[in-house]
């Protein structure tokens, strides 16, 4: 059984427009009230990147305690995945880090004791594709 076909991969201008953003949030800041302006959009933004900084290590921290690649039901992780679901969200949901199977981290794989295994592929930190490889 296999995931989705593969997509085309996704745009790199997200994080360029990202840094964009943040700088004309800055500059709008400065331009409309002076210093003041600038220190509260400064503020929001190292607010938003902080909030992000607390969900990851959230969820790093509730799988801290699993071993790696194993999950209760390969099955149920399978039927919860999503194409371009981000890595983070698929770790929460497996409730366990996956085994890396490649040096470039762009796939992993969970198994549960049954024997069944769950492979998934990433294409810039998101999910492309899955492969679910049933035990014997």
């Given at each position: 059984m296999a995931g989705p076909a593969r997509r085309p991969p996704r745009s790199r201008?997200?994080?360029l427009?990202?840094?964009i953003g943040a700088l004309a949030w800055l500059g709008a800041g400065a331009v409309g009230w002076g210093w003041r302006g600038f220190a509260l959009a400064f503020t929001v933004l190292v607010t938003?990147?902080?909030l992000q900084?607390?969900?990851i290590v959230l969820v790093m921290k509730a799988v801290a305690g699993r071993p790696l690649g194993r999950v209760d039901s390969v099955l149920m992780l399978q039927s919860r995945l999503e194409a371009g679901m981000k890595?983070?969200?698929v770790v929460q949901l497996a409730g366990s880090l996956g085994r890396a199977l490649d040096e470039q981290g762009m796939a992993f794989a969970w198994a549960d004791a049954?024997?069944?295994r769950l492979v998934v592929r990433l294409d810039?930190?998101?999910?492309a594709s899955w492969a679910l490889e049933r035990g014997a």
């Amino acid at each position: 059984m296999a995931g989705p076909a593969r997509r085309p991969p996704r745009s790199r201008m997200r994080p360029l427009l990202a840094w964009i953003g943040a700088l004309a949030w800055l500059g709008a800041g400065a331009v409309g009230w002076g210093w003041r302006g600038f220190a509260l959009a400064f503020t929001v933004l190292v607010t938003a990147m902080m909030l992000q900084v607390t969900r990851i290590v959230l969820v790093m921290k509730a799988v801290a305690g699993r071993p790696l690649g194993r999950v209760d039901s390969v099955l149920m992780l399978q039927s919860r995945l999503e194409a371009g679901m981000k890595l983070e969200r698929v770790v929460q949901l497996a409730g366990s880090l996956g085994r890396a199977l490649d040096e470039q981290g762009m796939a992993f794989a969970w198994a549960d004791a049954g024997g069944d295994r769950l492979v998934v592929r990433l294409d810039a930190g998101r999910v492309a594709s899955w492969a679910l490889e049933r035990g014997a």
